[in-house]
């Protein structure tokens, strides 16, 4: 993918509301040992959006956050958060995001409550909003009637939701969450989902968050970007990503005589066989009735018609498998997921 | 808030972290008194027919009651490299390190709870000692600076174990570095012989160990009251602290590259 260079020319034309939260352009993470994590990757999340970045295991996803979270230095290459540089000045750039790691990162010795008192301690947030805000996340977390039990106690699913109500807590500008829902149960998952989205709707918190999980970045994300083998292999909002791998397909069941071929406007045939026509089409839903109506207009009988759309599965499918095949070998993979396994999750 | 503020509060919150986390299960606190107990009750007492020891007019239980002290909080403190592979495992120590608060907080305030576990000991020692009958100087100054070295002592080895932990990177290897370090130091100091006995080679080694330094020092607040060697003592102690800290603090990150 391509990226306007941000170039550093003292003041940035502010477009209405659209500032960055972050900027990250031609970050390489190189371990010691040779293996290339990231590979001069760029991308940049909107202030106010839910982003997703998706990949195969061992794309380099985590390392990517680990570097913007300041956690771990780059190779090569610049990040800005909120335009702060992350190299130069890594505690005020900390000071400006929560970070939810994929592993459960709640302290089970002690109770919900100290977990959210302990971490608004070190994020410094003011002593005479701490309490109130503590009480507050609980509450809306649904975590209030358990907030003195140990947290050791507790269910996955609390668990997550209480790393989430953190930052409630701390009111980061940017939260990061990796894995948010993995191995959690459809209703706990549910729960973390709505959580998330209203972090971002109430409080205008930008998200980057990272998932395995095709329908839940559909559901969330306003943009996304797919990484393979530590490089970006596309992005986008989920909608133009899912158009790219093709359009929709609609299936019609009709008798009577049926064309070969139908106006390009509506789409275009793919087979005709017994009465079942395949067409390819760009908005399949408004394509329906057209057709339908094309096909009567020719004297078909339309009994039944279907519309199946390509996933974010597909678009998946395509980028990270094809690079996978393009360059990367099995050997590869391994010796990145190991690597990346060495040196931290 | 200016960043030294900050940093000291982020060590004290830490600290807090952890003492918070002893007052819901002190367990492992009062399992760690049977040790030390044992060193005064069976080898002090069994020891103490032997006066053929040239303790400077003490009994050997007196002599080696600030050993024993000083032993028990070097077998916590060097096991904190341990909670802090662990705190890695599990996802903590990233998010620890993901808030703003600075790389030397998070030593400082874990070097700080160790303290807070020394303080325990050394109370224990007290209590023990009073129990048993073996007669220390109980002067309120004395008990504060044996517990203040002990605090100083046990923040000295766990950041020398938070150091260690971040070359040798998992649990396993933390346990036996722990032992390779701790039974060494206790038999090349003067914890529970005088230096003078030992062979010279020992003797120049017992020169370098810390452990020497600190038994030194709490045996002189403890037993003698002679403090005239105690600015020497709490210099070393304060001095190999200050750099293990430091050096913690720099390469904790290696733990989580």
Same mark, same amino acid.
């Given at each position: ?345 | ?98 808030? *703003?608060?600075?790389?030397?907080? !998070?030593? #400082?305030?874990?070097? &700080?709870?160790?303290? =807070?576990? $020394? ?79 030992? *062979?010279?080679?020992?003797?120049? !080694?017992? #020169?370098?160990?810390? &452990?020497?330094?600190? =038994?030194? $020092? ?40």
């Amino acid at each position: 993918m391509t990226v306007p260079q941000q170039l550093e020319t003292g003041k940035e034309p502010e477009e209405e509301g659209s500032s960055l939260a972050v900027q990250v352009s031609g970050l390489t993470k190189i371990y010691p040992g040779g293996t290339k994590a990231v590979d001069n990757v760029s991308f940049e999340v909107k202030e106010g959006e839910i982003f997703g970045l998706l990949g195969p295991n061992g794309a380099g996803k985590t390392t990517t956050i680990k570097i913007i979270t300041t956690i771990s230095r780059p190779t090569a290459g610049a990040i800005r958060v909120f335009g702060v540089d992350a190299l130069s000045s890594p505690e005020t750039v900390r000071r400006m995001l929560g970070f939810v790691p994929q592993a459960i990162s709640v302290d089970g010795d002690l109770s919900g409550y100290e977990n959210l008192l302990i971490f608004a301690k070190l994020f410094y947030v003011d002593r005479d909003q701490r309490d109130r805000r503590i009480h507050e996340a609980l509450e809306l977390f649904g975590l209030a009637d358990r907030a003195n039990d140990l947290v050791k106690h507790y269910s996955g699913g609390m668990m997550r939701r209480l790393e989430i109500a953190q930052a409630l807590v701390n009111r980061p500008r940017l939260l990061f969450l990796d894995e948010p829902s993995i191995g959690l149960d459809p209703y706990s998952r549910l729960q973390v989902i709505d959580h998330i989205r209203q972090l971002n709707r109430n409080f205008g918190t930008t998200i980057l968050l990272t998932t395995h999980d095709m329908a839940e970045a559909d559901e969330l994300c306003d943009r996304l970007a797919i990484m393979s083998m530590g490089k970006i292999a596309t992005s986008g909002a989920p909608k133009e990503l899912k158009r790219s791998v093709g359009g929709d397909v609609l299936t019609v069941v009709a008798s009577g005589k049926l064309p070969d071929s139908i106006p390009p406007e509506l789409g275009s045939v793919a087979s005709s066989l017994q009465g079942t026509m395949k067409i390819l089409t760009v908005d399949g839903e408004k394509a329906i009735p057209r057709v339908t109506d094309h096909l009567e207009g020719l004297g078909a009988v339309v009994e039944s018609v279907s519309l199946s759309r390509p996933t974010l599965d597909d678009v998946f499918m395509k980028y990270a498998q094809g690079s996978l095949q393009q360059e990367g070998t099995y050997k590869d993979a391994r010796s990145a997921r190991r690597s990346a396994t060495r040196h931290g999750r | 808030m200016s960043s030294l503020q900050r940093s000291v509060s982020s060590a004290f919150t830490i600290a807090e972290m952890e003492a918070r986390k002893l007052r819901h299960d002190s367990t492992e606190l009062w399992m760690r008194t049977v040790q030390p107990a044992l060193w005064l009750l069976v080898f002090g007492e069994v020891f103490n027919a032997i006066r053929g020891l040239n303790l400077g007019g003490f009994s050997y239980i007196q002599y080696i009651a600030p050993g024993v002290l000083a032993q028990s909080v070097l077998f916590i403190a060097i096991f904190y490299g341990i909670t802090i592979v662990w705190e890695r495992d599990v996802g903590l120590l990233t998010k620890l390190l993901s808030t *703003p608060s600075p790389r030397i907080s !998070v030593v #400082v305030g874990k070097a &700080l709870a160790a303290g =807070v576990r $020394g303080i325990f000991q050394g109370i224990m020692i007290f209590a023990l000692a009073l129990i048993i009958g073996v007669n220390l100087r109980f002067d309120p100054l004395d008990i504060a600076g044996v517990l203040l070295v002990s605090v100083l002592f046990a923040m000295c080895f766990a950041s020398l174990s938070m150091t260690l932990a971040s070359f040798l990177k998992t649990r396993d290897r933390m346990m036996g570095i722990g032992q390779v370090i701790t039974m060494p130091l206790f038999f090349a100091s003067n914890a529970i012989y005088p230096i003078s006995l030992m *062979p010279a080679w020992l003797q120049t !080694v017992s #020169v370098y160990n810390p &452990l020497s330094y600190v =038994v030194d $020092g709490m045996r002189a607040m403890l037993l003698t009251g002679d403090y005239s060697g105690l600015p020497v003592d709490i210099l070393v102690i304060f001095a190999f602290t200050t750099a293990f800290i430091l050096s913690a603090s720099v390469l904790l990150k290696r733990l989580i590259e």
